[in-house]
């Protein structure tokens, strides 16, 4: 019962951050939405990990998604920073009419 449960809670996070990445222009609201999706593994992983009886390979990958994402944000928001700094913009369109 509480597997499906946090079933429906791991789509419900993986449909707000697919829906974040495709709709979302903004760079640092992007980062924001991978952030989400990130998370929504790391529950999968626990979920996985509890139904079929192995919690602690379900914890421990979980914990090696958390800090692979976790570096990722840091490089993003850093890049971010940096591109606002350059640019003046973190619109995602903006930034692809520079390249033309």
């Known amino acids: 019962m509480t ?5 429906i809670g791991v789509l419900g996070l993986l449909g707000v951050g697919l829906y ?17 999706l990130a998370k929504a593994t790391a529950l999968a992983l626990v979920v996985a990990g ?3 009886g192995q919690m ?15 570096i990722v944000a840091v490089v993003g928001l850093a890049l971010a920073v940096q591109v606002r700094q350059h640019f003046g913009t973190l619109d995602i369109k903006q930034l692809s009419r520079l390249k033309r």
Not at 3 to 7: D, K, S
Not at 25 to 33: S, Y
Not at 56 to 70: C, E, F, K, P, R
């Open 56 to 70: 602690n390979l379900g914890q421990s990958l979980a914990l090696t998604v958390i800090v692979a994402d976790t």
């Open 50 to 52: 509890q139904m079929s």
């Open 20 to 36: 974040g990445l495709l709709i979302v222009r903004n760079l640092i609201k992007l980062v924001i939405a991978l952030q989400i």
């Open 3 to 7: 597997g499906n449960i946090l079933l």
